[in-house]
């Protein structure tokens, strides 16, 4: 039987609250398939690993990564550890460190859930964000100088390469040539960001001349974020860098009914190292420690991680189940407007995946 071995790091706050319940998830699912096993090894990495070590994992933590089938990820974030730390010590570490490229979330309105936009609207978000994630407004460089004295500087320096922008351009034209619309929108800002932004749409020009089937046209990221609330119909798959794609993708689970529900998958498409799956939230310190964090980001990006693996059946049944307990509506998450905690919304997720497991048989 295939085994996938998978690296289990839930980190921070509600991170852990959702990652356990993925599991069981998984393991429901591997057991009703009957074609395939997982076996999850998991990393005590975050904030309070860095609050007994000093940092957020190991020196070599992304090689002991590096050989697993897949990650699967909670969020980290800490109130009493500076944001920077912790998201670069473990998330970025990782994502960069395993060369992850490509940032893939998908939005759409899941039944029953209610969008802040009007349902005429809202019927028609069916979206793919594709985010760079590898470099650009995330690559890490700058620096601070004169610390203290009256110039002051603060410096976060884009970095957009050729091989960067060309790799994740093609990867999202295909993205949007697998979907039935073949339609691609490429994010940019090149009217005030002047160098790495005006790189990014000349390098993009080129690569979509190899995609002539495809219909593309180009925003800026300002305009677009009008688009997503007011035409969110005329949008299909999107193209933007680290910073734009990582604010329209909060911004496009918010559309779809919460941040609670987005799912991310970090590819790294060469395969030469795992990819990572995450729900997009973070820790939510707000929520934290009191049962009520909705797991549905986590079992979506569950179910990305299953269609990765070659089970795509397994995460089709997985959405399946999830929206089954949404149409319902009677078991949802504070967030989603319910008042059932984490572990009646498992629990009937898990319910759901058992009925349809007996149904086959
Ligand atoms: P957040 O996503 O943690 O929370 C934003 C709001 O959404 C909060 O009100 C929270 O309660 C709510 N929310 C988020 N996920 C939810 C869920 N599953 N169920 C119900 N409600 C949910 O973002 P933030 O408050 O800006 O950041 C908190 C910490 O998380 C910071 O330290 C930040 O750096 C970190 N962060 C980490 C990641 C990551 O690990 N990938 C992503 C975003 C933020
Ligand atoms: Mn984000």
Not at 85 to 97: D, H, K, M, N, V
Not at 107 to 131: E, H, N, Q, Y
Not at 182 to 195: C, D, G
Request: net charge negative; charged share 25%; hydrophobic share 40%.
């Amino acid at each position: 039987m295939k085994t996938y071995k998978i690296a289990v790091i839930p980190a921070d706050g509600i991170g852990t609250e959702v990652i356990n319940p993925g599991c069981e998830v998984l393991e429901t699912i591997a057991r009703a398939d009957g074609g395939f096993r997982f076996e999850f090894t998991h990393f005590d990495w975050g904030s309070d690993y860095y609050r007994k070590h000093g940092v957020m994992m190991p020196a070599d933590g992304v090689d002991q990564v590096r050989g697993f089938d897949a990650i699967y990820f909670g969020a980290v974030g800490d109130p009493k550890i500076p944001d920077a730390i912790t998201l670069w010590g473990l998330r970025l570490a990782i994502c960069q460190g395993i060369d992850q490229y490509a940032n893939v979330r998908p939005t759409r309105l899941l039944p029953g859930l209610k969008s802040p936009l009007r349902a005429d609207l809202a019927k028609d978000v069916d979206w793919v964000i594709v985010r760079e994630n590898s470099e650009g407004e995330y690559a890490g460089a700058g620096g601070r100088a004169h610390r203290g004295l009256p110039i002051e500087v603060g410096l976060d320096v884009s970095i957009f390469t050729r091989t960067g922008i060309e790799r994740i351009c093609r990867f999202a034209c295909d993205l949007a040539r697998s979907r039935p619309r073949k339609k691609l929108t490429i994010v940019t800002k090149s009217n005030a960001q002047r160098h790495g932004m005006v790189f990014w749409d000349e390098v993009c020009r080129g690569v979509i001349k190899d995609y002539p089937d495809l219909d593309i046209d180009w925003m800026l990221v300002d305009a677009m974020t009008t688009r997503m609330v007011l035409k969110p119909g005329t949008i299909d798959t999107v193209l933007a860098s680290n910073l734009h794609a990582d604010v329209l993708s909060d911004l496009a689970s918010a559309v779809a009914g919460s941040l609670g529900i987005g799912a991310t998958a970090n590819l790294d498409p060469s395969r030469a190292g795992p990819s990572m799956f995450e729900p997009i939230h973070g820790s939510a310190f707000d929520i934290t420690g009191k049962g009520i964090a909705n797991p549905i980001g986590a079992f979506w990006t569950a179910a990305m991680m299953l269609e990765h693996l070659g089970q795509k059946d397994a995460g089709d049944r997985l959405m399946r189940a999830i929206e089954e307990v949404t149409a319902r509506g009677n078991v949802l998450p504070p967030d989603l407007g319910g008042n059932a905690g984490t572990r009646q919304v498992t629990d009937a997720v898990l319910a759901s995946l058992e009925s349809m497991a007996t149904a086959a048989e």
